[in-house]
């Protein structure tokens, strides 16, 4: 590995110094690019006045400022890829053309030096020269003889740059960006490279390596998924202009790829917000899938990428079951078991998505900003020197019948530190308008834990008291959006075994902050009391008094809305429908039942104190469940 590194540092090294040896430059590019992506005509205006807009920031672009090296690196990408020449072609008028022809001239009698890490990155030297080239028809092939020659001038100089630095390193999504960029200019300039041949070989080994049996990509990042789908697409295209059929691998690739790639949509076109992801555009990933395959279907089955999909009537339920990557900057979410839920275009619950800088990136990766449980202020994944914990675990099982959905999982994420493992279980009914759920927590002694429920920023929430049943009021939470597709809905959100509050909370599912709410379900412990020494008498009359307490307490119950179907471990006579007999049977829920018999020890304990050792230790060792059951239910 090391000697490997050195061989790459010399071949950069070589790759600065003047060219000799590669023949006479074409004048033009061998074969002609096209660029498949919509730009955006209103950032083209803003180009033409010398301004880029990126999310959140106004970047000043123009010839001699090409941004500041402390913006976030996704920004300095953006500038340095030239990916924004697609905003100006939208644009399309004389003056974006003559705009990004002198943005052009500029980089090529002023370039980065060769040491800026990120403007010579693989992944951005190989869009760089994809756009340069793909975009050659709008800025360069009106424009005088010099300049073209100083184009390709500079492309060839670049281009020798990123054959250097081949192979790509391993399991980097960069390496298909980079090959992109090697393809390109061995196209373009086929006298001065001759790289297909390694770019099939090298292409082959990083499909291997980087997607997994089911499509999803190691990094478990939608949309680093979308980013690798799109640069693989490019290179399909690039293999049929010079009449080449694409690699075998690289078709199935396409394939596995965009299915799991649909499986992660929820109905409103973007992308689900799991490990780092944000939603991008959908009208972007409609035309990457068109161009990618074409198959219709999403995958079913991911259990190797870790994920779990379950569709009923338009609602959408997606859940992250699988252990987090430790494989890049991006990915390092601790947001195992987190959920997302969607009906139509409405987003419901989400997770907080991915922010730009280093301190929210930090923070939206903590399982707090996430649509689960946090136990004790904690995150259920430990990194050690980058690296998920080895003896990490998680499980999870479907069972799906007549529409309807059970998921079963569970991961051992804080069993090492706190001795507990953490069991949810989540169901969709069949007309998609029920989601239940029940949090649990099993272990030695309990501990204080929140679950969080992310809202989207289109829903408002409220908090409302019902008469329920036996004319107690009921807190529940309503949960209200008016979307323009969808219409007005009305959710009802119950819960029990816990207390709960609304936060505030922030949702950077378009890149950039905005304010959202979360409701929480808290379990705080009990302060423990000092107990004062009694008399014997005293001893007694407080023991009978307990037992009539116990004798003479009316047993807590529980709405069997929520509660029943999680205590029907079979499952299989019932369809799911709020009708199911099968379902909603009149079952005790299992904590009290846990309770009772809890009690009945103790009791046993106190009459065998000279047998048996205190009741203190006997708890101890007792395994004991914390619970919290929740249902979301749809009313308009």
Same mark, same amino acid.
């Given at each position: ?57 106004? #970047? @000043? ?15 300095l ?41 990120v403007?010579? =990155? ?22 005088? /003889? ?7 001038h500079?492309?060839m ?6 054959v ?7 399991? #980097? ?16 300039? @086929? ?10 070989r090298?292409?082959k080994? $990083? ?14 990042n ?12 490019e ?52 035309r ?28 959408t339920?997606?859940v992250?079951?699988g252990?987090? *990557?430790?494989? &890049? ?5 601790? &947001? ?16 907080? &998505? *991915? ?44 069972h799906? $019948?007549?529409? *309807?959905?059970l998921? $079963? ?28 759920? /029940? ?8 501990? @204080? ?27 529940i ?6 979307n323009?597709? /969808? ?6 959100? =119950? ?8 936060? /505030?909370?922030?949702?950077?599912? =378009? ?19 000092k107990? #004062? ?30 509660? *029943? ?24 829920p299992?904590a ?14 106190? $009459? ?29």
């Amino acid at each position: 590995m090391a000697l490997q590194s050195m061989l790459r540092k010399m071949r950069l090294s070589l790759a600065r110094l003047p060219a000799v040896g590669y023949g006479k430059l074409p004048l033009t590019p061998a074969y002609f690019l096209r660029d498949l992506w919509k730009g955006n005509s209103i950032y083209g205006m803003h180009l033409v006045k010398g301004e880029l807009i990126y999310k959140d920031y106004i #970047i @000043p672009l123009q010839p001699g400022l090409w941004g500041k090296r402390s913006l976030p690196i996704d920004g300095l990408c953006k500038i340095y890829d030239f990916s924004w020449l697609r905003d100006m072609r939208e644009l399309g008028t004389d003056n974006a053309r003559l705009a990004a022809r002198a943005l052009m001239v500029d980089w090529i009698s002023r370039p980065p030096e060769a040491q800026h890490k990120v403007a010579y =990155r693989g992944d951005v030297l190989g869009r760089r020269l994809a756009n340069w080239l793909g975009h050659y028809d709008f800025f360069a092939a009106s424009a005088d /003889e010099a300049f073209k020659r100083q184009f390709m001038h500079r492309v060839m100089l670049e281009g020798r740059y990123i054959v250097a630095m081949l192979p790509p390193e391993p399991q #980097i999504y960069y390496a298909f960006a980079m090959l992109k960029g090697v393809m390109a200019v061995s196209l373009c300039m @086929p006298e001065q490279f001759d790289s297909v041949l390694k770019v099939t070989r090298f292409l082959k080994d $990083e499909l291997t390596n980087q997607i997994l049996d089911d499509g999803v990509h190691i990094e478990r990042n939608a949309e680093i998924q979308l980013m690798v789908l799109q640069d693989l697409v490019e290179i399909k295209l690039m293999y049929q202009l010079i009449h080449r059929r694409p690699p075998h691998d690289l078709v199935n690739a396409l394939d596995n790829i965009s299915r799991a790639l649909r499986a992660l949509r929820h109905g409103d076109g973007g992308l689900a917000l799991f490990n780092g992801s944000n939603e991008s555009d959908p009208e972007l990933i409609d035309r990457i899938l068109f161009h990618a395959t074409q198959k219709r279907v999403a995958m079913t089955n991911m259990t190797k990428g870790g994920y779990v999909r379950c569709y009923a009537n338009r609602a959408t339920l997606l859940v992250d079951s699988g252990t987090p *990557a430790d494989i &890049g900057r991006r990915s390092k979410h601790a &947001g195992c078991l987190s959920l997302e839920f969607s009906v139509g275009k409405q987003r419901l619950f989400v997770n907080c &998505g *991915a922010g730009e800088t280093k301190a929210w990136q930090s923070i939206l990766g903590c399982t707090a900003a996430h649509s689960v449980l946090d136990l004790n202020g904690t995150d259920s994944v430990e990194f050690v020197k980058g690296k998920v914990s080895s003896d990490f675990e998680a499980v999870a099982r479907r069972h799906s $019948e007549e529409g *309807a959905h059970l998921l $079963e999982m569970g991961h051992n994420g804080w069993l090492k530190r706190f001795g507990v493992i953490y069991q949810r279980t989540l169901y969709l009914s069949a007309n998609g308008q029920n989601l239940k759920g /029940e949090e649990r927590i099993d272990g030695p002694q309990q501990f @204080p834990f929140k679950v969080r429920f992310h809202l989207h920023p289109s829903i408002s929430v409220e908090e409302e008291f019902i008469e329920f049943t036996k004319g107690k009021p009921e807190k529940i939470y309503a949960l209200m959006a008016n979307n323009p597709h /969808e219409g007005r809905q009305i959710w009802w959100f =119950r819960f029990s075994g816990a207390q709960a509050k609304i936060e /505030e909370s922030v949702y950077f599912g =378009r890149g950039s902050r905005v304010v959202s709410k979360q409701i929480v379900l808290y379990v705080s412990l009990p302060e423990v009391k000092k107990e #004062i020494p009694l008399t014997k008498e005293e001893d007694v009359l407080q023991s009978n008094k307990a037992d009539d307490t116990i004798l003479l307490s009316e047993q807590v119950q529980e709405s069997s809305d929520y509660v *029943a179907i999680f205590h029907s471990k079979d499952n299989r006579q019932g369809s799911g429908e709020e009708s199911d007999s099968a379902i909603y049977s009149e079952t005790v829920p299992q904590a009290i039942v846990q309770q009772d018999t809890q009690i009945v020890d103790v009791k046993q304990a106190q $009459e065998q104190e000279n047998i048996i050792e205190p009741k203190e230790d006997l708890v101890q060792q007792e395994n004991q469940s914390q619970v919290i059951r929740w249902a979301l239910h749809r009313k308009l």
